[in-house]
């Protein structure tokens, strides 16, 4: 499945952003996926998850109360709500597939990335 992922930028700190990732070439539906993020000299790092059916989703503490991650499987496509930013927010941001939930947030455990789309949050 290839992955696509877009809607970064910058913003001042206690903006808002929201990020998209369009799938295409497999079944969107089955996966579950998820978000991670990395900024300059630090790993990778998880942010959010959400099952195959939207019915069960997980959060890294940093991004808890303020990040909302949805998926619309007709569209194929995952999204995440970023509001109250940060400039620890500043990252390029992946979207990820994997299959089951179990691993959710161990990049490891992820089969398909996107390419990533940098997101600058200014103080």
């Known amino acids: 499945v290839q992955l696509q992922a877009s809607g970064g930028g910058l913003v001042q700190a206690g903006g808002s952003l929201s990020l998209s990732c369009a799938a295409s070439?497999?079944?969107?539906?089955?996966?579950?996926m998820g978000w991670f993020r990395q900024a300059p000299g630090k790993e990778r790092e998880f942010v959010s998850a959400i099952a195959w059916s939207g019915g069960q989703t997980y959060y890294a503490d940093s991004v808890k109360g303020r990040f909302t991650i949805s998926r619309d499987n007709a569209q194929n496509t995952v999204y995440l709500q970023m509001s109250s930013l940060k400039p620890e927010d500043t990252a390029v941001y992946y979207c990820?597939?994997?299959?089951?939930?179990?691993?959710?947030?161990?990049?490891?455990?992820?089969?398909?990335w996107g390419q990533g789309t940098q997101v600058t949050v200014s103080s």
């Open positions: 990820a597939a994997k299959w089951g939930w179990s691993g959710n947030d161990v990049d490891t455990e992820y089969d398909y």
């Open positions: 070439g497999g079944t969107f539906s089955s996966y579950t």
